[in-house]
């Protein structure tokens, strides 16, 4: 139930692609995936977890696509062309 009241808030479920580079072979690209409920546009807190990843890690970010979706939805109804009753 703690995580309704965040989607009524209009928090959506966000992903995270970030390449980043090793430290180690900066040639070399790694793919991390981060997911949190988070707002759209503003993104606040991925915007944290970038912040800390570029302040305390040692890998250099090159990239990151950001998909967001709601969760919480008008509920869809469909009008039922025959019934059946089985005995």
Request: hydrophobic share 45%; charged share 20%; net charge negative.
């Amino acid at each position: 139930m703690a995580s309704l009241q965040p989607q009524l808030e209009n928090y959506r479920l966000t992903t995270a692609e970030i390449l980043y580079r090793l430290p180690d072979h900066p040639s070399v690209l790694q793919t991390f995936i981060w997911q949190e409920l988070d707002i759209q546009p503003q993104f606040p807190v991925l915007k944290r977890f970038l912040d800390f990843w570029h302040r305390s890690l040692d890998g250099k970010l090159h990239s990151d696509w950001v998909m967001s979706c709601g969760l919480i939805s008008a509920a869809e109804m469909r009008f039922v062309s025959a019934e059946l009753r089985l005995h």
